[in-house]
């Protein structure tokens, strides 16, 4: 395929990424033009020699992934897209760029428009989206075989994604890992916003890079044949590989080039002009020479017989097969899911055991994983404690990607972002294990995630004060309130097996928003010890437990609180007081219930709330005369049980509590 010949030049194909990056950020008064016109030359020979992808059907499964992860040059890539005809970017979307509704959004975005493998702009995050990315390649390689299976992830970064600390997570993970079709271009221009790199960096890179166990070579980032020979070194390397490209932020304007004012701001006509001269492109704003135009497009279409020919060798697979290349959870794959967590239900209603969440989640995962197709586990080094390990467990290793379990290390944030590349790779369904006060390591990634919609499960343990004698630095107060206001993400927080069965049918049921699985250290009774077909938990929030006459009070918990409310509930039965018992597993998903139903639940009587953590996002189901019985800083070393003690999250407040709200409303 690298020797398909264009009409056009090297040079013009390249220069037309520049005019048109420049053109489009003059029209938006807003944008990064010295990125694109400095990796123009490294993109051109990329897309027209290596990349294998075919425009006009740009999901097609086994293409090579290109992540922008320097995002703020997205005109690099919308001009790429354009130039090889993608279907649905025209000339007009790069007129509007940045513009509301369009899909050239100032940083790319995942959804948005079609080539974009992912969300990039926040630094560091798309090269190590990109290590999921291709250990996920190599997963479904060693399930389905090269034939099927055969792809580079190509990475596009800037100085800046190897400042940031999770650029470590990334690199130390995939040298360990062998990712050889994993290929990084770094812009290495010596340039970020404050000026030179040398001004807070002096690491030597290909040192750090070979450190880590990759392959780490230089080259000249605008010699289109020095890019060539070593893209094509690192495609033939038995490591994962880094291109430092030295190349010249701002290449082609006069008075720009070279210096950090070519990174974020228009060239402003008077430059554009220039540097339409210096560059030989007499052409006006907006406009491709037709030889320039057609050689790029039959770049975008040099993949086809590859494409034809791994169609004709996928059409052995099963068409279930084939359909989980892309998403592994189908309707009948939830249908068996749906069974299976029937049974745990119903086994777990009757036996009633005493259990930590975390060994309740290993009970649903031990009967999951059998039937999930592509789920992989794993864990930041916690493997132990949550539970996320089954019977079935299988590590990853460099040598053997048929695994069914990432030892991730200890590496949060790397971790939350390499399982949004492996979802977003496809055929994987990821899951792993931290401490949920860890949750502010892995939050970017978590939060990015998000956003772009993944189905990625993260499994947090510890989730309490009832951690217990490692004390306050282990023990998250904020944490649940802090992941509850990030949009598109279920926070669930089931009080025993029978909730953590519905909620995991939940969460693998989103296909497009991620979970977070908030589960305890401590032993738990069962609450749900009636059966009943339906899963209670999907709707966010239930009345668990009803009461005698006219209600009262309404008490309100999750997890490993809802135990004490209805200690609560009987007491305060023994004092004449009417207590309904609402068990909150997931504050999103009850928030999306229409309004009767919320109102069946939430009641008119006054309300208390209980959980072992900050108020904050229990407010909005307070109401007026609302209580709150939980913790109002940070926790303390000592045994769990003596903690709930010390701090007053006791079934006697709870009561209490209802009590009062009961008087301030008839006050
Ligand atoms: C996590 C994060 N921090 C800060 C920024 C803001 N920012 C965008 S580009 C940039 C400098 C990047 O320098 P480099 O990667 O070398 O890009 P170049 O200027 O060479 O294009 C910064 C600080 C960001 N996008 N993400
Ligand atoms: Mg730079």
């Not at 037309?16 to 990056?21: C, G, M, N, P, T």
């Not at 070519?262 to 060239?267: I, T």
């Not at 919320?598 to 709330?609: D, E, F, K, N, W």
């Amino acid at each position: 395929m690298s020797n398909t010949t264009y009409d056009a030049s090297h040079k013009d194909m390249a220069n037309a990424i520049r005019a048109l990056s420049m053109d489009a950020i003059q029209a938006a008064n807003s944008g990064h033009p010295g990125m694109p016109m400095g990796m123009a030359d490294v993109a051109t020979v990329l897309f027209t020699k290596f990349m294998k992808f075919d425009a006009a059907n740009p999901d097609w499964f086994d293409r090579d992934r290109f992540i922008l992860s320097a995002g703020h040059g997205s005109m690099l890539l919308y001009s790429v897209l354009y130039l090889m005809g993608y279907p649905g970017v025209e000339l007009d979307d790069l007129k509007n760029f940045r513009q509301v509704g369009s899909k050239t959004a100032g940083h790319p975005e995942y959804g948005h428009i079609s080539g974009a493998e992912m969300t990039t702009g926040p630094l560091g995050q798309g090269l190590t989206t990109a290590v999921g990315f291709a250990i996920a390649e190599k997963m479904v390689a060693a399930r389905h075989g090269d034939d099927i299976c055969d792809h580079y992830t190509y990475v596009v970064n800037g100085d800046g994604c190897l400042m940031e600390g999770v650029s470590h997570e990334a690199i130390d993970m995939a040298g360990h890992l062998k990712l050889n079709k994993l290929i990084v271009l770094w812009d290495d221009n010596n340039i970020t916003i404050d000026g030179e790199v040398g001004v807070s960096s002096s690491t030597d890179q290909i040192k750090r890079f070979e450190a880590a166990g990759w392959n780490a070579m230089r080259c000249d980032g605008h010699d289109a044949a020095a890019i060539e020979e070593a893209i094509k070194a690192a495609q033939n390397s038995d490591k994962p590989t880094l291109i430092a490209c030295k190349t010249e932020i701002g290449h082609g304007s006069p008075n720009r080039a070279n210096t950090a004012r070519a990174h974020g701001e228009p060239l402003g006509e008077e430059e554009i002009a220039l540097t339409r001269e210096a560059l030989g492109w007499p052409y006006g704003p907006f406009v491709i020479p037709d030889d320039v135009m057609s050689s790029w497009r039959a770049a975008g279409a040099r993949s086809k017989d590859a494409m034809a020919a791994w169609e004709t060798r996928a059409a052995s697979l099963s068409a279930s097969d084939k359909a989980g290349l892309g998403d592994p959870i189908s309707t009948d794959v939830m249908g068996q899911v749906k069974s299976a967590m029937l049974d745990v239900k119903k086994s777990m209603s009757s036996d009633a055991p005493k259990l930590a969440t975390r060994q309740s989640n290993a009970k649903v995962l031990e009967a999951l994983v059998p039937i999930v197709p592509g789920i992989v586990g794993g864990s930041a080094d916690l493997t132990g404690s949550n539970g996320c390990k089954t019977s079935q467990y299988k590590a990853v290793t460099p040598d053997d990607f048929s695994g069914n379990y990432m030892h991730y290390g200890v590496r949060e944030f790397g971790m939350a972002a390499f399982m949004n590349g492996m979802s977003l790779h496809g055929g994987v369904v990821p899951y792993s294990g931290t401490f949920l006060v860890f949750a502010d390591y892995s939050r970017p990634a978590i939060r990015l995630g998000a956003l772009m919609g993944v189905r990625v499960i993260h499994v947090m343990t510890h989730d309490s004060i009832g951690v217990g004698e490692d004390g306050p630095t282990h023990q998250p107060v904020e944490t649940l309130s802090a992941l509850r206001v990030i949009p598109n993400l279920d926070v669930f927080r089931p009080a025993d097996t029978v909730e953590t069965a519905e909620c995991w049918e939940v969460a693998l049921g989103a296909a497009k928003t991620p979970s977070v699985m908030s589960m305890t250290r401590q032993g738990l009774s069962t609450v749900r010890t009636d059966h009943t077909d339906e899963n209670l938990s999907a709707k966010g929030a239930y009345v668990l437990k009803d009461c005698d006459g006219e209600r009262d009070v309404t008490l309100m918990a999750s997890g490993s609180e809802v135990e004490i409310i209805v200690a609560a509930a009987a007491d305060l039965k023994e004092a004449g007081v009417n207590a309904v018992v609402v068990s909150m597993p997931c504050m999103e998903r009850f928030a999306a219930q229409d309004h009767d139903y919320r109102q069946s639940v939430l009641g008119t009587a006054p309300r208390v709330a209980c959980e072992a953590a900050l108020r904050q996002s229990w407010d909005r189901w307070l109401g007026d005369h609302g209580g709150f019985v939980g913790m109002s800083g940070f926790g303390a070393s000592g045994p769990g049980a003596e903690l709930y003690e010390h701090f007053g999250i006791t079934s006697a407040n709870v009561a209490a509590e209802a009590k009062a709200a009961i008087a301030r409303k008839s006050a």
